[in-house]
């Protein structure tokens, strides 16, 4: 009799939080409101903010479990990451730079409830997704809601396809000229190399595997300019 009690507690426990997320919701209202080049209609989202509230709420009901995958667990994590800043900016729009909340710093913040704690942006990057994944990949993937952030994936990342997913967006955002300009003896890269540098390595070695130019090991590097402004749809 115990074991069965002891069953039936581990099944609800399960059902109650630990099941995997069902991200259909999400991935409709990615297709929905952003574009192919990951522009993001805010002003439409703000006019009907009801399905975003309920995906909002879908992910704060979630508990990740150590029994996911670690891709499951990943793309978890970046799903939330862009839910969660898209709900800022829409909270707060019409906004011109998410740099207008917070003093400046809407990513230190606490504001974000996941299963039983309180996360901040920076909490669910540096230190969930960057020490526990150690894949740079993620940097293409979490949207900030900036122009010169990479694009916003119209689609959600799943597990089962989150390599394929991440190499996509990677080989995407490093071959557009309006985030990189490549050449063989020169790199002007996005300030995302230089912000996380220690996340990407020798930073030709990780370039070249994705661009389609071919660059040389000693080729200068400088970076672009950030722009702050929202990556609306007009």
Same mark, same amino acid.
């Given at each position: 009799?115990?074991?069965?009690? =002891?069953?039936? &507690? !581990?099944?609800?426990? $399960?059902?109650?939080?630990?099941?995997?997320?069902?991200? *259909?919701?999400?991935?409709?209202?990615l297709k929905k409101y952003v574009s192919a080049?990951?522009?993001?209609?805010?002003?439409?989202?703000?006019?009907?903010?009801?399905? =975003?509230?309920? &995906? !909002?709420?879908?992910? $704060?009901?979630?508990?990740v479990s150590p029994?996911?995958? *670690?891709?499951?667990?990943?793309?978890?994590?970046?799903?939330?990451?862009?839910?969660?800043?898209?709900?800022?900016?829409?909270?707060?729009?019409p906004l011109k730079s998410i740099q207008n909340l917070d003093g400046g710093k809407p990513w230190d913040v606490k504001r974000i409830t996941i299963g039983s704690k309180k996360y901040s942006l920076n909490n669910i990057e540096n230190d969930i997704i960057r020490p526990q994944f150690k894949d740079a990949r993620i940097h293409f993937a979490v949207n900030?809601?900036?122009?010169?952030?990479?694009?916003?994936?119209?689609?959600?990342?799943?597990?089962k396809t989150l390599d394929a997913q991440l190499d996509a967006v990677t080989k995407k955002f490093i071959n557009n000229t309006k985030y990189q300009t490549i050449k063989s003896t020169k790199l002007t890269l996005s300030k995302i190399f230089d912000w996380y540098a220690v996340d990407f390595g020798d930073r030709v070695t990780f370039v070249n595997k994705y661009s389609t130019t071919k660059v040389n090991k000693n080729a200068s590097i400088t970076f672009k300019e950030y722009d702050w402004s929202l990556n609306e749809k007009k």
């Open positions: 009799m115990r074991h069965l009690i =002891l069953v039936f &507690i !581990v099944g609800m426990w $399960s059902s109650m939080g630990l099941a995997q997320p069902d991200y *259909k919701a999400w991935d409709v209202f080049s990951g522009d993001v209609d805010y002003k439409s989202i703000k006019g009907n903010k009801k399905s =975003l509230d309920s &995906i !909002v709420r879908s992910f $704060s009901g979630v508990t029994t996911w995958s *670690k891709n499951d667990q990943l793309a978890f994590w970046i799903n939330a990451y862009n839910a969660f800043t898209i709900d800022l900016i829409v909270n707060n729009y900030c809601g900036a122009k010169s952030c990479p694009p916003l994936l119209n689609a959600a990342y799943v597990g």
